[in-house]
């Protein structure tokens, strides 16, 4: 008897480090995905850097006024 009541904790508590795990792993994700997205952009900056080659670049102040962020 008391072998059936102490099943259904046993059960709960392995859902609950499930649902742990699996917040855990989803929030793991988010980050690698944010890593990857940056990794991405500096690679796209260094093409465009380099395809430019010595071509002076447009300073941050024109840029700024031309996109209107000032």
């Known amino acids: 008897m008391s072998s059936s009541i102490a099943a ?30 940056d990794i991405e952009d500096a690679r796209t900056i260094e093409r465009a850097k380099g395809a430019h080659g010595k071509k002076p670049r447009i300073p941050w102040s024109q840029v700024k006024k031309e996109a209107g962020l000032d």
Request: proline share 3%.
């Open 8 to 37: 259904p904790n046993k059960a709960k508590s392995a859902w609950t480090q499930l649902g742990k795990q699996l917040n855990q792993a989803k929030s793991l994700m988010r980050k690698m995905r944010k890593t990857i997205e």
